[in-house]
């Protein structure tokens, strides 16, 4: 299992269609480090391995940094509580009523109607790997 794909990967590096075909090798090489080390945290846990994304849908109104409720275009299938990710930004949540997650602590940035939300350990895994070392699991 990998937790991230090549094009997921350039697609955030934000890499043209060039620059992909160029860093490829270089960027499944850091893909299989990445999965190495989330595998290994995930067993000194106790685990055996992060869930996949259980769900994705879009954010039906702007959030800014710092917001409680998040609004969402669908929240089925989402879970009551649990952790996720918008466009790549992790975070956390308490409740869920109707299409909204509430008790939501920990989005960073600022995000547009419309951005990604995926719920699940797997959507954040590659996220929080990045943020905590970007130069030894992302190579540019």
Partial sequence: ???CSVSDVSLR???????RTRASSRIESAVRRATIHIDSVFRDFG???P???IVETTLNGSVSA?????????????????????AGDSFAWTGKSSNDLTGVTGLSLDHASGA????GEFATSCVRLRQTSPQAVFPR
């Fill in 51 to 53: 869930s996949e994304a």
């Fill in 1 to 3: 299992m990998t937790y």
């Fill in 13 to 19: 590096l934000g890499l043209d269609s060039a620059q």
């Fill in 116 to 119: 990604s939300v995926q719920e």
């Fill in 47 to 49: 685990r055996g391995a």
């Fill in 66 to 86: 710092g917001a409680t409720t998040l609004t969402l275009t669908s929240a089925t299938g989402f879970s009551s509580a649990g952790n996720g990710n918008v």
